[in-house]
């Protein structure tokens, strides 16, 4: 069956909600092991009491981006995964580490991309205005949350949101989707080719499937 490594750095819901899809949806994959960067992150207790394989690769044990990225990249491998998933794993990942796992690591991010990139999200969505925000799961390129989007998530901003009321309305959405994207990659049909995503064979418009 496919298996599926998933990185973290905090509270690892993302993390709970594909594994319990792949436990409780007969989805046909594996969790291999979920790999944290932050000894202190709450998702690595999640993960126990799943009896998921666990690993903690501290980034502060490493002198250099480089070296972190090597170690980790080894690490990874040892489980032999089909796919790389990113659960909320705030690193800025080297070009090698991403070439190596080129077609086959997705992450999530949340606002509705290209919008909104890098952090924050919520506030400024709300400082902008915005009518509508979002979640978006996309294949991993160099460019830091720019790779292809699979699928978005979009929720109305209502006029007493603050950035935490979002946050919490999307993180919903993302329990709801990133599942979505694992179970097509693991079916087999959701693929990278070139700059785009595939379902079936079809382009993914650049929004994402919404
Ligand atoms: C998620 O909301 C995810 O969208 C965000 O981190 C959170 C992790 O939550 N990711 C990013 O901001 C990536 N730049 P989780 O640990 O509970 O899954």
């Known amino acids: 069956v496919p298996r599926i490594v998933i990185l973290i750095s905090g509270s690892g819901s993302n993390m709970v909600a594909i594994a319990d899809a792949v436990k409780n949806e007969n989805m ?3 969790v291999a092991a979920v790999i944290c960067n ?3 992150a709450a998702g690595l207790q999640k993960a126990r009491d799943r009896d998921l394989p666990v690993v903690v690769l501290d980034h ?5 981006r480089e070296d972190f990225d090597r170690a980790l990249m080894a690490q990874i491998d040892e489980f032999a995964p089909d796919l790389v998933v990113l659960a909320g794993f705030m690193r800025i990942l080297t070009a090698d580490f991403v070439a190596h796992y080129h077609g086959r690591m997705l992450n999530i991010h949340p606002s509705l991309l290209p919008k909104y990139q890098g952090l924050n999200t919520h506030q400024r969505a709300l400082d902008d205005g915005e009518s509508e925000h979002g ?3 996309h294949f ?3 460019e830091l949350d720019g790779g ?3 699928i ?3 929720i109305a901003v209502n006029d007493d949101d603050d950035a935490n009321s979002l946050q919490q309305r999307v993180q919903l959405q ?3 989707i990133y599942p979505i994207a694992v179970k097509w990659f693991v079916e087999g049909r959701l693929s990278m080719i070139g700059n785009h995503a595939r379902l079936d064979g079809n382009v993914i418009p650049a929004t994402g499937l919404q």
Request: a negative charge; glycine letters at 0%; hydrophobic letters at 40%.
């Open 148 to 150: 292809p989007n699979v």
């Open 174 to 176: 993302e329990h709801v």
């Open 60 to 64: 502060k044990a490493f002198t250099s």
């Open 28 to 30: 046909e994959a594996e």
């Open 135 to 137: 979640v978006t799961v």
């Open 152 to 154: 978005q998530a979009v």
């Open 38 to 40: 932050r000894p202190e």
């Open 140 to 142: 991993v390129t160099e």
